[in-house]
């Protein structure tokens, strides 16, 4: 049974710093690459970061590009998504997201401007909020 377990969302100042993770439970984690969206109220659900399996290879929308940096530890599972210099427009639901061959898609996971929207992915973490407020 594959879990994924986003955590580490909150209330942040602008130009605060946030760091999300996400463990996996239930899959041979090095073999996996491992995307993150977000949603905001009344918007569509876009593709953040994507970092494939063993080779680490990652991947990052324009829009936190230099702000945002993903890394994973697989000794422990997880990956982590953080989150610097934060914006209110950063102000959303944070998801983590795997599936069999998200390695071959995660260009495309963070490229939806070129690629379209695809939320086709098998696994999905349950979201963590994440509020960019003075």
């Known amino acids: 049974d594959v879990q994924l377990q986003a955590s580490g969302g909150g209330l942040v100042q602008p130009g605060g710093s946030l760091r999300l993770s996400c463990k996996a439970s239930g899959i041979r984690f090095d073999d996996y690459a491992i995307g993150w969206f977000r949603q905001a109220p009344g918007k569509k659900r876009e593709g953040v970061s994507c970092i494939t399996g063993s080779s680490g290879l990652t991947y990052y929308a324009d829009s936190v590009e230099g702000r945002f940096t993903i890394s994973r530890d697989n000794a422990d599972n997880t990956v982590y998504l953080q989150m610097d210099s934060l914006q209110p427009e950063d102000t959303a639901v944070y998801y983590c997201?795997?599936?069999?061959?998200?390695?071959?898609?995660?260009?495309?996971?963070?490229?939806?401007?070129?690629?379209?929207?695809?939320?086709?992915?098998?696994?999905w973490g349950k979201g963590t909020q994440v509020t960019v407020s003075s």
């Open positions: 997201v795997t599936d069999d061959d998200l390695w071959r898609r995660c260009r495309a996971l963070v490229s939806y401007d070129l690629y379209g929207h695809d939320y086709s992915y098998d696994y």
